[in-house]
């Protein structure tokens, strides 16, 4: 793991969450998760499952981890039972087995594990997900015809999400999660407008901070207005909800909040069926966060529920 994390610190310093940095910020809604079940109180890049099967993101400290950790789910079983049937026994130890994890599937229902949405235990790590991320982040301003994101500028994005969840208690990935699918990362994403602006990295309610107002896409967009971006997605704005409003109106405190809040944060509610495929939104929105959580970055979107 301390290898892993000097690997990690080569290209990207950790963040410095300091008490007093906080107060230079400008919370307009410094809005908590309050249920202690699904907030996040100290961050860890690397929470959730080691990538498995992608070789192409891989380190070799990485093959290492996954290896023991296979070492150990051997050593821990009980009994001495061995698989007979050949046709099930897997006589050798691969660590590029297992599910390829960019991959989209698409869920349906109500976000539970029961309607086989994914459990947290199955969300990859922060840093996978931010490293993996980072290809498209250096990309994603082309969709929008305007300067591409600068390595400094990906670099203020992946402290300003820290340092929003370290003040939320919302899980970082989350975050990331939804600027991802919101904006694509790209810093100059322009302000959409369906009945009410949505400025910014993650598109939402109404915030003032954005590094494209209007025809003027500021390069290098400041680092106070990366921060305030993702604060106002998360925290929320005077006008709406943020992250953290969603998840605390989700309802449940199982994995679902997250998916439910997903659907609030797109659409303002959820439909009176439950299903997060349903309502006036985008009908993969909840899908497409989930798959994001569990690794998906290129695999086509395999969602049929906008269709
Ligand atoms: C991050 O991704 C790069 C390739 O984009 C890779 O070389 C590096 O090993 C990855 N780091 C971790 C910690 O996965
Ligand atoms: C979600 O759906 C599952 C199975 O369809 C059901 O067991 C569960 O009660 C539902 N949860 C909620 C919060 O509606
Ligand atoms: C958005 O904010 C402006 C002030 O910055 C306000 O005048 C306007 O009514 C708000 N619109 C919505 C839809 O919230
Ligand atoms: C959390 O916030 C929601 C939405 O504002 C509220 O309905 C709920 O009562 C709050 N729960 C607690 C435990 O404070
Ligand atoms: C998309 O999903 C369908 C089943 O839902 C599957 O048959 C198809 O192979 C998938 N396509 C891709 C590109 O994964």
Known sequence: MLLRKLLVASFLLAPTISGSAYAQLPYLHMTKVNNSLVAVIAINDQDG???????????????????????????????????????????????????????????????????????????????????NSRGHMEKSCRQFNVALNTQQEIVDVYKAIQFVAAATFVDHRFILAAVLQESGGCVRAPTSNYGVPNPGLMQDHNGTASCNKGRRAQKPCPREIITQMIQEGTGGTTWGDGLAQCLNQAGTSDVSAFYRAARIYNSGSIDESGDLGKGIATHCYASDIANRLTGWVQYPRNCTLDD
């Open 49 to 131: 499952v080691p990538m498995h099967n992608q070789p192409q993101h891989h380190s070799n400290v990485l093959r290492i981890e996954t290896y023991r950790s296979h070492k150990k789910t051997q050593s821990t079983a009980p009994g001495r039972g061995r698989v007979i049937d050949s046709g099930i026994a897997v006589p050798t130890v691969d660590n590029q087995d297992g599910i390829l994890i960019d991959y989209y599937t698409q869920y349906n229902g109500n976000g539970s594990t029961d309607d086989g949405w994914p459990s947290k235990d199955k969300w990859i790590s922060f840093m996978d997900m931010f490293n």
